[in-house]
C-alpha cells in the first residue's frame, strides 16, 4: 500500500480480532486494538512493538467511542479501516433469554458497530477512502444453530446496518462489507460448545474441520485492499460449506 493507513480492530483480545490485526500489520497498516478487556489487550500488542497499539474501552459506550476515536485522529491518524469485531455470544433461545441479556448483546453486536462507524465515517468521507468490515456470522441466516435468539438476532441487524452503510457512503469510496464466520476454532466454540455438540457439528461440515481465525482475517485483509474497492454491501460466508446459497 501506498501510504501507511490506520486501521481499529474491536474485540482484539479474542482469537479472531487478534488474527485480524496481525494480518493487517503484515500487510503494512498501523493497527489499534480495543478490547473491553485491557489486560489481554496489551498483552496482544507487546509482542507487536509500535505496530500496534492497544486502546481499551467498552464499545458500546458512545461517549468513550467518540473520545476514543478522537484520541486516535491526534495521536496515529482518522481511521482509514475499520473493523467491528467485538461481539458477545448467548446461547440462550426465545423462552429463556432474559430482557437484560438480549439488550446486552444488541448494544454490544449491533450499537457498537453502529456508534464507531458513525464516529469515523466523517474523516473517510473527508479523504474519499474507507474500509468497513463488520464480523456478522453464519447465525444471522441459519436462524442460530447452536447461537441463541439475541445474538442471531443481533448479527442480522448486523447485516442490515452493513447494507445501510454500504449505500450510503459508496460514492464516497467508503466501503462497508460484512463477513458471516461459522465455527471458529476460539474460546466461544471450544469452551462454550459441549465436546458432544462439537463432534456433532464437525459431523455436518463438509470440510470436516473448524475454521482458523487467520482464514478470516485473509477475507478481512481482501476486503480492505485497495482493488477491493468495487466491492461493497457484500456478505462473505466462510462456513466450510455448512449452508449454501
Ligand atoms: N468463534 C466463532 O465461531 C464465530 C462465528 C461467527 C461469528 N463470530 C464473531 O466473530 C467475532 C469475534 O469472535 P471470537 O470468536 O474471536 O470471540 P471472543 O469472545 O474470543 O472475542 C470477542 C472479544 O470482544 C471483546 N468484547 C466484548 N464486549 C466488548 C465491548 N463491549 N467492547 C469492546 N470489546 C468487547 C471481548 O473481550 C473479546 O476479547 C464476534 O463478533 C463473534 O460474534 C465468531
Known sequence: MENRKTA????????????VAARLVEDGMTVVLNDIDEENVKGITNRFGGDMIPLAFDISDPEAVLRMVSKIRNDVGPVDVLVNNAGILSSNK????????????????????????KAVVPDMKQKRWGRIVNICSLAAKSGGITAGTAYTASKGALVSLTFSIARETASYGITANGISPG????????????????????????????????????????LVHPLSGFITGEIIDINGGLLFD
Open 94 to 117: 426465545i423462552e429463556t433469554t432474559p430482557a437484560d441479556e438480549w439488550r446486552r448483546v444488541l448494544e454490544v453486536n449491533v450499537s457498537g458497530a453502529f456508534f464507531l462507524s
Open 8 to 19: 481499529l480492530v474491536t474485540g482484539g483480545a479474542g482469537s479472531i480480532g487478534a488474527a
Open 183 to 222: 465455527y471458529v476454532k476460539t474460546p466461544m466454540i471450544t469452551e462454550q460448545l459441549s465436546q458432544k455438540k462439537q463432534k456433532e457439528m464437525l459431523s455436518q461440515i463438509p470440510v470436516g474441520r473448524f475454521c482458523d481465525p487467520e482464514e478470516v482475517a485473509h477475507v478481512v485483509a481482501f
